[in-house]
């Protein structure tokens, strides 16, 4: 069956630490990958997304994920987190010729310390 | 410009009662998504709409929920004879087409709580 799995449920750190969340999935055929961050009280929000092309790829602020085929991942990072990265984290895959439809890890909840 | 709608944000009934929750999609956007968040389950599909017509349903859980959606626009999720278990939060999202690399945009949610 298709899944997707985040390694960490629950992270925390100091401000400016650096962060890397954890994304797997299932072998099934091509992908498209996205992460999507929860702020508290807020609705999801995309964060990054890949569809093709370069695997490394930047999101909106300051994130980037990397895309490494060989081991179905498409992990988070971020060199210099702040305390407004306080959030839940979830990892997204579309299994190409699957509908649009998106099977979603756990969520990691970030909570960064001031 | 306007985002995915939910109504109602916040919907308590009792075990037993039929409920409604309704989705105003991004005007324009064809492609319209149910997912349900739990705790202990996560983010979970539940039905798809392309246009008017549900070309997957696969993740409704049971019989007592239904889906439709009217006039290429707004959906509505109804769940029959209510159970505890369906306490979660229900999200909707919407994308602009049909291809599956389409960023989906999500509503706020409706958290149904089940007494």
């Known amino acids: 069956a298709q899944s997707v799995s985040q390694h960490n449920h629950h992270v925390i750190l100091s401000e400016a630490a650096s962060l890397e969340l954890g994304c797997n999935y299932s072998y099934g055929g091509t992908v498209n990958l996205f992460w999507y961050v929860q702020y508290p009280g807020q609705h999801l929000q995309l964060l990054l997304k890949?569809?093709?092309?370069?695997?490394l790829v930047k999101g909106i602020k300051g994130f980037e994920a990397e895309f490494i085929k060989s081991k179905f991942s498409f992990n988070l990072r971020k060199p210099s987190v702040q305390w407004s990265d306080t959030a839940e984290y979830f990892c997204a895959v579309n299994w190409i010729g699957n509908t649009g439809k998106l099977i979603f890890g756990q969520g990691t909840t970030l909570q960064v310390k001031p | 410009g306007a985002g995915v709608s939910q109504s109602p944000s916040n919907k308590v009934t009792e075990k037993g009662k039929d409920v409604e929750l309704r989705c105003d999609p991004i005007?324009?956007?064809?492609?319209l998504y149910w997912y349900r968040q739990s705790l202990g389950q996560g983010l979970e599909f539940l039905i798809y709409?392309?246009?008017?017509?549900?070309?997957?349903k696969s993740g409704l859980p049971s019989d007592r929920f239904s889906a439709e959606r009217t006039g290429g626009s707004v959906s509505t999720l109804t769940i029959q004879r209510t159970q505890q278990e369906d306490s979660a939060v229900y999200l909707c999202?919407?994308?602009?087409?049909?291809?599956?690399?389409?960023?989906?945009?999500f509503g706020d949610g409706t958290r149904l709580s089940i007494l």
């Open positions: 890949y569809f093709s092309g370069d695997p």
């Open positions: 005007s324009g956007h064809t492609a």
């Open positions: 999202a919407s994308s602009p087409g049909t291809a599956s690399n389409q960023p989906q945009h």
């Open positions: 709409f392309q246009g008017n017509s549900a070309p997957d």
